[in-house]
């Protein structure tokens, strides 16, 4: 069965950061392209990043609007990939989700955790 | 303001065929890498259809996908009450060599 466990949301003040996990089990993370997306209640769906699984080129990139205060990261032995978030401002509240993506020449695989909430606020 | 223009809300009866579309450029749309989503209330979003056209398995043919120019289009024939919902479109947009996501589509059932 295949499972996206997202974790490290909370409250958190504006100016601070936050670590964000997402534990992957059940397909071939080490190859899975890991894509982070965010929606602020009541909104659509906004793309932060993504990292490239294993012998893929061009390895992480970001929304523009957000690049600066978002890293993401790998750890293909613990199947983890994390999004740190430096200088959290009252707008990235939001429900933080993780994508895994792998595909072929036929086919695509795409799959989502259940999301951990963001709150800022002081 | 999103990259992807989708409309924000569609409706229909029972049975009733919907079209949902998705207009952008020949960065994204034009690319061949447009994916529909489908969210219902309280949970993550799930694959419908991806490359346009193909439907991940366990996804019902009565989703299907389709393109013209700069603008791709999700239909759903016989429509049933649990398919109401948020519906998104997305693609990799090679200029901005990044992920974009359409506004969503409310579509309710009658």
């Known amino acids: 069965e295949v499972q996206l466990v997202e974790s490290g949301g909370g409250l958190v003040q504006p100016g601070g950061s936050l670590k964000l996990s997402c534990a992957v089990s059940?397909?071939?993370?080490?190859?899975?392209?890991m894509h982070w997306v965010r929606q602020a209640s009541g909104k659509g769906l906004e793309w932060v990043g993504r990292i490239r699984g294993k012998g893929n080129s061009d390895a992480t990139a970001y929304a523009a609007s957000l690049k600066g205060r978002f890293t993401i990261s790998r750890d293909d032995s613990k199947n983890t990939a994390y999004l740190h978030i430096n200088s959290l401002k009252t707008e990235d509240t939001a429900v933080y989700y993780c994508?895994?993506?792998?595909?072929?020449?036929?086919?695509?695989?795409?799959?989502w955790g259940r999301g951990t909430l963001v709150t800022v606020s002081s | 303001q999103s990259v992807l223009t989708q409309p924000p809300s569609a409706s229909g009866t029972p049975g009733q065929r919907v079209t949902i579309s998705c207009s952008g450029s020949r960065s994204n749309i034009g690319g061949p890498y447009v994916s529909w989503y489908q969210q219902l209330p309280g949970t993550a979003p799930k694959l419908l259809i991806y490359r346009h056209t193909q439907r991940p398995s366990g996804v019902p043919d009565r989703f299907s996908g389709s393109k013209s120019g700069t603008s791709a289009s999700l239909a759903i024939s016989g429509l049933r009450s649990e398919d109401e919902g948020d519906y998104y479109c997305a693609a990799w947009d090679d200029s901005l060599s990044g992920r974009v996501f359409g506004g969503g589509t409310k579509l309710t059932v009658l």
């Open positions: 994508n895994g993506r792998y595909g072929d020449s036929t086919e695509e695989f795409d799959y």
């Open positions: 059940g397909f071939t993370f080490s190859g899975s392209d």
